[in-house]
């Protein structure tokens, strides 16, 4: 019997360190610039250059807006 409360201790121990593992967070602070973007390339971006998708979602926003 005692083995078995041991055991069990030992398990729930483990799972309450490795719930408390998930939730640490670096102490140095993430640097930001105001207007720059420092993640990943965002293959979505160059797509919102062309000015076909442009003119598309421009046309869309004046569909959508002529209610105001």
């Given amino acids: 019997m005692m083995q078995r409360r041991t055991a069990m201790a030992a398990v ?3 799972v309450a360190a490795a ?6 967070q670096s102490p140095t602070p993430a640097m930001h610039e105001p207007g720059v ?4 390339a965002d293959p979505l971006r160059a797509k ?5 998708l442009q ?3 421009d046309a869309r926003f004046q569909r959508a807006a002529q209610d105001r």
Avoid at 48 to 52: I, T
């Fill in 48 to 52: 919102l250059e062309s000015d076909q």
């Fill in 55 to 57: 003119a598309k979602l």
């Fill in 37 to 40: 973007y420092k993640g990943k």
């Fill in 12 to 14: 729930l121990l483990g």
């Fill in 19 to 24: 719930m408390l593992g998930g939730c640490y």
